[in-house]
């Protein structure tokens, strides 16, 4: 039987990473999740819609994966 793998995606904007996109904050984010057991499996780039008013900002979906069990 193949394993099985359960799946998170978080989705990251400028304003929730201080502003800017910065590689220093992504990593944080990637390490605390790899404490978890998750292994980063895609990142990809999206336009998010923001809460209030028209528009989007830039942002990421960062998808995780780690084995079930």
Known sequence: MAGRYEYKVEELREGMLGGK????????????????????????????????GPGGVEGVLVTFERPVG
């Open 21 to 52: 996109m910065s590689g220093d904050k992504l990593e944080k984010v990637l390490n605390e999740h790899a404490r978890e057991g998750w292994q980063l499996k895609a990142i990809t780039a999206v336009e998010v819609k923001g809460r209030i």
